[in-house]
């Protein structure tokens, strides 16, 4: 069972244990004024639907940019106050599911046409404080259609490293003479990163030392000379290869 929803920015409401149970539940996140809270409070009308579901075994991998419900700011298009809710970017689906602090048993879906960008907070993990991490529209994406995707700035600078996240679902495949008997579906990492240049142009670039050298040759010594930058591979390692590079 879900809640289907008709106010501006939400348009579907699934039980929590029908959209993920196996995560921990994150503490409640203070509200920002009551303006805010106001507007948040009515986005919670609607009528049930039924959402169909089901699969032969358990569906391997996760259809998260980040399985966590991690608070989140919202900045919308037409700046319309808004309280921090809890957030999950759902990328297979391409929706936002965010948990409302006075329904904490649902997710709703949010309906993001009037959303510019989010930030999400992760919990601090040493003494440096939490971390922030933004996503925003694809507004520059080579492709047309992919711009109102959204990118997660891994850095920004006077270049721009975007990472364009993207799933696929692999279904089970156990019938037939020339099945794989593979009795589970699987969701596969599809993400793209591109490197936005100090002129506006935007290609599509693999982490490694000799791609990002190539889409910019003018940090192409910098990049060299960064520390780890002959042995990074984490998406957090690149980052701050090329955030060293990039002065």
Do not use: C
């Not at 992919?146 to 990472?163: F, I, M, N, P, S």
């Not at 990492?189 to 002129?199: E, G, N, Q, W």
């Amino acid at each position: 069972m879900s809640f289907r929803f008709s106010a501006v920015l939400l348009a579907l409401a699934l039980p929590v244990a029908a959209v993920e149970t196996a995560y921990a539940q994150q503490p409640q996140i203070e509200q920002v004024g009551a303006a805010a809270q106001a507007n948040l409070n009515a986005l919670v009308n609607g009528s049930p639907t039924v959402v169909p579901r089901g699969s032969v075994e358990a569906t391997k991998g996760s259809p998260y940019a980040d399985n966590r419900w991690l608070p989140a700011r919202l900045r919308m298009t037409n700046n319309v106050p808004l309280a921090p809710v809890p957030l999950k970017y759902d990328v297979l689906n391409q929706r936002l599911l965010m948990r409302p602090v006075n329904r904490p048993n649902d997710s709703l879906q949010l309906d993001d046409r009037l959303l510019a960008s989010f930030e999400l907070e992760e919990p601090a993990l040493t003494a440096t404080g939490t971390r922030k991490r933004l996503f925003r529209r694809f507004t520059e994406a080579p492709v047309p259609t992919q711009r109102t995707d959204y990118v997660e700035v891994l850095h920004e600078g006077k270049y721009a490293l975007l990472k364009r996240y993207a799933k696929a679902l692999r279904k089970a495949d156990f019938q037939g003479a020339y099945s794989t008997d593979r009795r589970f579906d699987e969701i596969e990492d599809k993400s793209a990163y591109y490197l936005r240049r100090p002129d506006g142009t935007v290609v599509p670039v693999k982490l490694t030392l000799k791609a990002l050298q190539a889409a910019a040759p003018d940090l192409a010594g910098a990049l060299k000379a960064a520390p780890k930058s002959s042995s990074a591979k984490t998406d957090a390692e690149w980052t701050a290869v090329l955030a060293a590079a990039d002065k």
